[in-house]
């Protein structure tokens, strides 16, 4: 998957680089063009001399070593990279590209760059986890950065903790599996929604629901591996975020309704996998409740919006994926949902069945289209069953190309 590809190995100023040798030389030997950059830092671990013997290229350190008047150094490496590796980064190179300062060829090269970024990480673990650094980790990570986490092990300065550089197979593996997956979305918006939306009734009190949120993120997760360029928009979750990918918080069926509307018009693909409250309380309470008010307490409610059926009605171009969990007449709920708010696709599951539920880390989905069953998946894990979604929905998108191509 590496052969024929230009990589970029940035190597920063940590005791690590001494590892950036096997990274340049793993590339190499499976067959990629390696042009390597280090920081005068870096050059104090490893000499340069060693990157230039393993990759046969020039080593590049100054940004004002021009020696080749018909080009400007970094942006020739910057337009001719498939994709650039900063392995180690130290918490310098990460804190520098995150606020987009460039003051050494490699934070240069690093901000001319259009191609994928991948961070290798490596420093002290106090370092590691210092809200700079982590803020700095996220920006990136949020701007599409892809981050190989750093291993658990005996540190340089003594701590055994989490900071270690991965090593090197781990790196040249992660950017091999990169280069593999077909690319189906390259180029594609991809909106998705995800966990559950929270509904106020006083400063400290809501209703929400069961969702985690997970299946949403998994989802995320299929189609940014298929090259897209993905949002997620998230109301109460308790999983994790997936790590690189743009991120919008909400709470209300109606904030998730503004932001979900805010990108429809510039996206291809909306995935509603969110469980959004059909009611909310009639009154939010500005001041905690009080037992006060009697042995029982009344609350009203009212519909929120329908904000699927609401894309469906405004829908363009977009492919428009719903989510039906239903616990009985799985097949006919989700029908008349893809038929009522006009979806290409309907994922439907029962959420009642063992291993299909809210909370867990699989599901068993039947991905309808107006046609009916386009797939019975069994059980798999919410990563496999996003991923059979996604190439599904990726596949549709390319019919529709071809179509309009032949007409
Ligand atoms: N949905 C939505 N806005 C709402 C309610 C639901 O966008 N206010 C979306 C969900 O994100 C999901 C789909 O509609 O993609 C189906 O959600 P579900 O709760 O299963 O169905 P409802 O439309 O709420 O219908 P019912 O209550 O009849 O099951």
């Known amino acids: 998957m590496l052969r024929g590809k230009t990589i970029v190995l940035g190597i920063s100023g940590g005791i690590a680089a001494y590892k950036g040798a096997a990274i340049c030389s793993k590339l190499v030997g499976a067959g990629a063009n390696v042009h390597v950059i280090m920081t005068t830092s ?37 337009d001719h990279a498939d994709l650039i590796v900063i392995a180690p980064a130290t918490a310098n190179t990460i804190g520098k590209l995150a606020n987009g300062i460039a003051d050494d060829m490699l934070s240069t090269t690093l901000l001319a760059a259009t191609c994928p970024i991948v961070i290798a990480p490596a420093m002290n673990v106090h370092m590691y986890e210092h809200p700079a650094v982590v803020h700095n980790m996220k920006l990136l990570a949020d701007r ?10 005996q540190l340089a300065c003594g701590y055994v903790a989490k900071g270690r550089l991965a090593e090197p197979e781990e790196i040249v593996d992660a950017l091999s599996r990169w280069f ?24 400290v009190r809501y209703l929400t629901n069961d969702s985690s949120g997970k299946m949403g993120f998994a989802v995320a997760e299929a189609a940014r591996a298929l090259g897209a360029d993905v949002t997620i928009v998230a109301g109460r979750t308790s999983a ?18 503004e932001e979900v509307l805010a990108r429809y018009e510039q996206s291809n693909i909306v995935i509603k996998s969110a469980a959004v409250a059909d009611y909310r309380p009639v009154q939010r309470f500005g001041q905690k409740l009080k037992k006060s008010r009697g042995d029982v307490l009344h609350l009203e409610l009212e519909r929120t919006t329908d904000i699927l059926q609401t894309l469906g009605e405004q829908k363009k171009t977009q492919i428009l994926v719903g989510f039906a969990a239903e616990t009985e007449d799985v097949e006919k709920y989700a029908l008349d949902k893809l038929e009522r708010k006009h979806c290409d696709f309907i994922v439907a599951n029962d959420v009642s069945a063992e291993g299909a539920g809210f909370n867990g880390d699989t599901n068993i989905i039947t991905i309808y289209n107006k046609q009916g069953i386009v797939e019975r998946l069994p059980l798999l894990g919410k990563a496999q069953a996003a991923e059979r979604l996604m190439n599904i929905v990726a ?9 309009s191509h032949d007409r």
């Open 144 to 153: 599409g950065a892809m981050f190989i986490d750093p291993g658990t092990g």
């Open 180 to 203: 593999s997956k077909p690319q189906l979305l390259q180029g594609q918006s991809v909106l998705v929604t995800a966990g559950g939306t929270i509904e106020r009734l006083d400063p």
């Open 42 to 78: 870096a050059t104090k671990f490893i000499t340069p001399l060693t990157l230039q013997t393993l990759s046969k290229n020039e080593v590049h350190i100054d940004t004002f070593d021009e020696n080749n008047p018909q080009v400007v150094n970094h942006i020739n490496l910057a």
């Open 395 to 403: 596949n549709r998108l390319q019919q529709i190309k071809d179509d």
């Open 240 to 257: 994790e975020p997936p790590p690189g990918i743009r991120l919008v918080r909400v709470e209300s069926a109606a904030q998730m309704l």
